[in-house]
């Protein structure tokens, strides 16, 4: 979970194992539309159906690897799912930091105001 868990490379991933279950999927589709009498020809397609089966089914379940640990890393505060990058949270520092000192400055007036007005 502390490999790199950029938008980026998630995307990358996710693409990837798209294109991995489309793929596996027609490999398993493509030889149901011909009609084959020839028994060698039958067992190796039956054959080529559990290799594309075992490879379908390592796709989704790398797709599930995906989902868990996007949601650890979620969980955990690791995923930036607002999409802030480090201009957006040093913007929204020095924002935090000026409410601060307007605050701090509004405190003082309102406390100098109730002095005199005393």
């Given amino acids: 979970m502390d490999s790199q868990l950029t938008s980026r490379a998630l995307h990358s991933r996710i693409n990837n194992n798209i294109s991995?279950?489309?793929?596996r999927f027609e490999n398993i589709i493509a030889p149901t539309r011909f009609d084959h009498v020839d028994h060698t020809q039958t067992a190796v397609e039956a054959y080529n159906l559990n290799v594309?089966?075992?490879a379908l089914i390592r796709a989704a379940e790398d797709i599930l690897s995906l989902t868990r640990s996007m949601k650890e890393a979620w969980l955990f505060e690791k995923l930036d799912t607002l999409g802030e990058n480090d201009r957006d949270r040093q913007r929204?520092?020095?924002l935090e930091e000026n409410v601060q000192k307007v605050k701090g400055m509004v405190m003082k007036e309102l406390s100098e105001g109730s002095k005199e007005s005393s």
């Fill in 20 to 23: 991995q279950l489309l793929q």
């Fill in 52 to 54: 594309e089966t075992g």
């Fill in 92 to 94: 929204n520092k020095e």
